[in-house]
């Protein structure tokens, strides 16, 4: 079976991806079971982000690889936290803290749309000439008190105001069905399969 290491240390993260690639005949490895450390994000983008993750994570286990960079960008805060979502509030990365950070910033704001953002990238070897890089959009808006108890980092505060719930109160597999990394991942799988040497099945 094929190998596919998942270039995340976020559990949360690990947990949806794993989720969505289940149905496909491969063999998902976390970075963190073969001890691969988090690779430095300098980035001003998502895409070179999740670019730098996805080779250091193939560099490392000879393995092909698929990255994450993800965030979520408030409309009154001209796009914050953005690429540096998961140290907003400082490091080491602390949920908690981030969602009071931005909670915050956003008292006395009118606007409190938002939108989170994934950008999704394959390698299948980490000097692959050709990446697979797919990035999407999951909007919302940001509310003051957190609710529901799924999901993981900024989900409690993050409403879809067409369901009336937070990201937080889905399911697992309804928030796969329509999150920004849910619809990003099944972009990312429709042109992994449509590549000749990666003829993936589904069961
Ligand atoms: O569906 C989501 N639901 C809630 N919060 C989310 C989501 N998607 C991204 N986020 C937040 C979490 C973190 O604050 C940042 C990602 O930061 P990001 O650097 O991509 O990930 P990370 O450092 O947690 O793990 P890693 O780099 O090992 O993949 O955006
Ligand atoms: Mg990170």
Sequence with gaps: MRKLVLASNNAGKVRELAALLAPLQLEVIPQGALDIPSAEEPHHTF????????????????LPALADDSGICAHALDGAPGVISARYAGEPANDAANNQKLIKDLQGKNNRGAHYVCALVFVNSANDPEPLIVQTRWYGS??????????????????????????????????????????????????????????????
């Excluded at 250091?56 to 000879?62: D, E, K, N, W």
């Design 142 to 203: 940001l509310i003051d008190e957190p609710k529901g108890a799924n999901g993981f980092g900024y989900d409690p505060h993050f409403l879809l105001p067409e369901l009336g719930l937070t990201a937080a109160e889905l399911a697992p597999e309804q928030k796969n069905a329509i999150s920004h990394r849910g619809q990003a991942l099944r972009e990312l799988i429709a042109e992994l399969q449509s590549r000749n040497e990666w003829q993936t099945q589904r069961d």
């Design 47 to 62: 895409v070179e982000n999740a670019l730098a993750k996805a080779r250091h994570a193939s560099a490392a286990s000879g």
